[in-house]
């Protein structure tokens, strides 16, 4: 059977879905309940692309840590002391460690939970107890600066916080710029201020129990719009 870049997906089952509309035909099953189709979307679909992974607003202050969990990746927002946002791999560069368990302030450096490696908010490493034997914690064999966390490609525009996994993305201007000359026409005399997210925390957060494209079919499709009444 023919194939996608991913071997285990076979091609056969989702090439429906682009047919014309009359022949067409919706995702298999599989491709709502399968881990070996999640795994695909996130590293065919989202990882060469960019793909918002949440607010600048939820890092509230300079030096301030945020872990996200995108589609099974561990991934670290970091604002650093001076409020500038990057985005890492949560994952320690020893022996892979998951680095922050939960968002907040951060005083300090960013210490690994196995062996204390330390990490400053900008990504470097900083500190590596005891690695050339008991109470040294310098080797000249060992490069820090080669070592520090893996930043990911990323961006921030109206308060989103954009990453691309695969790193060699279109120039996010190029990318964003059919949506923002769409929203053109939507705002006012300030510009894309006026679209920024809140400061007062007036987000509404929806949690649902499926698969990313039941949700974002289920939000597309006009049936939820209010219709005429049959009683
Ligand atoms: S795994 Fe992080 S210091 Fe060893």
């Known amino acids: 059977m023919e194939r996608t870049g991913d071997s285990r997906i076979p091609l056969k089952q989702i090439e429906g879905v682009l047919q014309p509309i009359s022949e067409a035909h919706g995702m298999p099953n599989d491709a709502y309940t399968s881990d070996v189709y999640f795994a695909f979307e996130r590293d065919n679909v989202f990882g060469p692309s960019w793909t918002c992974i949440g607010f600048a607003g939820d890092l509230p202050q300079n030096a301030y840590v945020k872990p996200v969990d995108f589609m099974g990746l561990p991934l670290l927002i970091i604002r650093n002391r001076e409020g500038e946002i990057q985005v890492f791999h949560n994952v320690c560069s020893h022996r892979g460690m998951k680095l922050v368990k939960e968002a907040g302030e951060l005083k300090g450096m960013i210490c690994c939970p196995y062996h204390s490696w330390a990490y400053d908010l900008n990504g470097k490493l900083?500190?590596?107890?005891?690695?050339?034997?008991?109470?040294?914690?310098?080797?000249?064999?060992?490069?820090?600066?080669?070592?520090?966390?893996?930043?990911?490609?990323?961006?921030?525009?109206?308060?989103?916080?954009?990453?691309?996994?695969s790193?060699?993305?279109?120039p996010f201007e190029d990318f964003i710029l059919p949506l923002a000359q769409r929203w053109k026409a939507f705002v006012g005399e300030n510009g894309l201020d006026l679209m920024r997210q809140s400061d007062a925390g007036e987000n509404l957060e929806i949690e649902v129990a499926c698969n990313w494209k039941l949700a974002v079919e289920n939000y597309c499709e006009a049936y939820h719009l209010p219709g005429p009444s049959f009683s």
């Open 126 to 165: 900083v500190g590596t107890p005891h690695i050339g034997g008991m109470n040294q914690h310098r080797d000249e064999r060992f490069r820090c600066e080669k070592h520090g966390l893996k930043p990911l490609r990323s961006t921030v525009w109206m308060g989103l916080v954009f990453v691309n996994l």
């Open 167 to 170: 790193g060699d993305a279109e």
